[in-house]
């Protein structure tokens, strides 16, 4: 797989986008989705003092429905809060920062079998609207990105059959991350990230972390004049499917919407959202049925409503 630096450019729009049933709730001060096999999830906290929300959607019946948030605390998440789920029977959690807590390092299990949510050991560095997470299929570890410009940033793995995290290099050439923070897995191939709006710089900054040199490498710049924002996402779909093993899908913030090229290391930039994402942390993008989905998690005032549901036709 080549992993070259090439200057971005855009593409010609491709693809349909088709709206689904809302969800329940639009963008909160923390929420975010992920998918598996059969269904989407999403976790949802309007503020510290109030009861989180959980919530699955699925593919089969096209229903949402409210699951078990029993064992989570009010306020339980809040900006950074991510999901990731272990291609088997488990989501883990991270809770974001909280408003009345500079330094939470809250994390958590929740078994799609069994409903039930677990607290875990809790991460090595404060949370805050800089995290993201994704699952690693070839260590069948947890992979962190972790903190905000206020806390500094870390980068850090968790390994489930011990419950022990540990710390990996940060990219010494980033300094922090922020909203829009993301990461998503290639497996042995290396992970790649988006930094955020690290210091309120607007950027586009992308880098692959190489888990066997346990090296960050810069990449190409994701083509966005306000950089990236809040509701920034990736998202590798080659673990699902095969033909699209040389692309990772992107949302930068607003109704754009990329895949970078892993041949030539590029980015083309293809058909809009018509439903842009809000101004809140939080990943928006699942695949699941053979199908990308995008939750918009923007506010009631947004274009859409802030709630909707949308569906790539083509990819």
Known sequence: MALLLFSAQAMDA???????????????????VVGTDTALYLIWNESDDRAPQFWRYGVADGRWTALNTQGLPRGAFGAGASLAWD??????????GA???????????YDLETD???????????QGAGNALAWDPASKKIHALLGSTGLGSA???YDPRFDRWSALPFPDFWGCTDAGASLTSLGRFGLFAFKGRCGGKANGDFALFNPFRLQWQALPALPLELGVDAGASLLWLGGFDS?????????GGGNAFYRFRLDDNRWERLADLPCPV???????LAYLGGTLYV?????????????ALMRLSRL
């Open 116 to 126: 039930l949510w677990t607290r875990l050991s809790d991460t090595p560095h404060p």
């Open 243 to 251: 033909r699209q093993a040389t692309f990772v899908y992107a949302l």
């Open 278 to 284: 809000g101004t809140h942390p939080g990943n928006r």
């Open 99 to 109: 408003t009345n807590a500079a330094a939470r390092t809250l994390f958590y299990r």
């Open 295 to 307: 939750w918009q998690g923007a506010a009631a005032n947004s274009r859409c409503g802030g709630k």
């Open 14 to 32: 491709q693809g349909l986008w088709s709206r689904l049933d809302d969800a329940p709730a639009g963008g909160a001060r923390a929420a975010a």
């Open 155 to 157: 980068f850090a793995r």
């Open 87 to 96: 291609e088997q029977h488990t989501l883990y959690a991270l809770s974001g």
